[in-house]
Nanobody
Framework: QVQLVESGGGSVQAGGSLRLTCAVSGDNYSPASMAWFRQYPGKGREGVAY????????YSANDVKGRFTISVDKDESTVHLQMNSLKPEDTAMYYCAADPYQKSGLLWPNEDQWNTWGRGTQVTVSS
């Protein structure tokens, strides 16, 4: 059974940076797709960034383009989300997601497309 464990969340001031890490573990499991989602209180999860297992294809939500970068380290079985120029509106719970199938640019932001989730890590950005 695959497990996803997020780390790296915390509290920063606006303009600061954080690097989130998602560690993937599980016998003989190599997801084809990985993504980061975030969730505001009372809302559903929204896609932040996507990457395929080889790092060939990436997608990002419009409001994080140029600020957030997703990357994969297959040797370490980890996926990272480098978040720069953080804004108060980036404050949310951030979740790592994995799936055995590749996703298109249209489908990846839909949380229903993902079958494995981590427990999340909180990011708080103060003004």
């Amino acid at each position: 059974q695959v497990q996803l464990v997020e780390s790296g969340g915390g509290s920063v001031q606006a303009g600061g940076s954080l690097r989130l890490t998602c560690a993937v573990s599980g016998d003989n499991y190599s997801p084809a797709s990985m993504a980061w989602f975030r969730q505001y209180p009372g809302k559903g999860r929204e896609g932040v960034a996507y990457i395929d297992s080889l790092g060939r294809y990436t997608y990002s939500a419009n409001d994080v383009k140029g600020r957030f970068t997703i990357s994969v380290d297959k040797d370490e079985s980890t996926v990272h989300l480098q978040m720069n120029s953080l804004k108060p509106e980036d404050t949310a719970m951030y979740y790592c997601a994995a799936d055995p199938y590749q996703k298109s640019g249209l489908l990846w932001p839909n949380e229903d497309q993902w079958n494995t989730w981590g427990r999340g890590t909180q990011v708080t950005v103060s003004s």
